[in-house]
């Protein structure tokens, strides 16, 4: 190989290890970020929450959308899911990408719903607390 060659695939070599630096750099920002805004939701700065929904809005109606076609019900499933992510908050210990997490909040809430409408065709809104909290035991765990 020629010197220019050489030095051609050395700057090469270089520059795509600065992207790749870069890319785990960006994503461990981001990452970063988001564990202060959940800490600072859990303690206490509620409209922080905002972030997150505004964030992960999209991955949470497209969920749903696999579920339901009507946008009011997606909207107020939607709804419902960040409530139930609002509330267990908490739980979320960092394991896993908080979008994963929410991923699976999303599923087993729709799979909820489905199920409900389902076995006694009536709106999941319908339902007594104690029919929700038998559903949501049999649902897999969003830590896992």
């Known amino acids: 190989m020629s010197r220019r060659t050489i030095k051609r695939m050395e700057i090469f070599k270089y520059v795509l290890s600065t992207i790749d630096f870069m890319t785990k750099l960006n994503a461990d920002n981001i990452e970063n970020s988001e564990h202060q805004i959940i800490d600072k939701v859990i303690a206490g700065e509620r409209n922080r929450f905002s972030e997150l929904i ?84 049999h649902s897999i765990s969003p830590e896992s």
């Open 54 to 137: 505004d964030k992960y809005a999209p991955i949470v109606f497209h969920v749903v959308r696999k579920f339901v076609k009507d946008d009011e019900l997606t909207e107020e499933l939607a709804q419902q899911i960040f409530v139930k992510t609002y509330e267990r908050l908490e739980s979320f210990d960092g394991r896993s990408k908080f979008s994963s997490w929410l991923y699976v909040i999303s599923m087993n809430h729709c799979r909820d719903y489905v199920k409900n409408v389902r076995r006694k065709n009536k709106n999941f809104n319908e339902m007594e607390s104690h029919e929700i909290q038998s559903l949501t035991a």
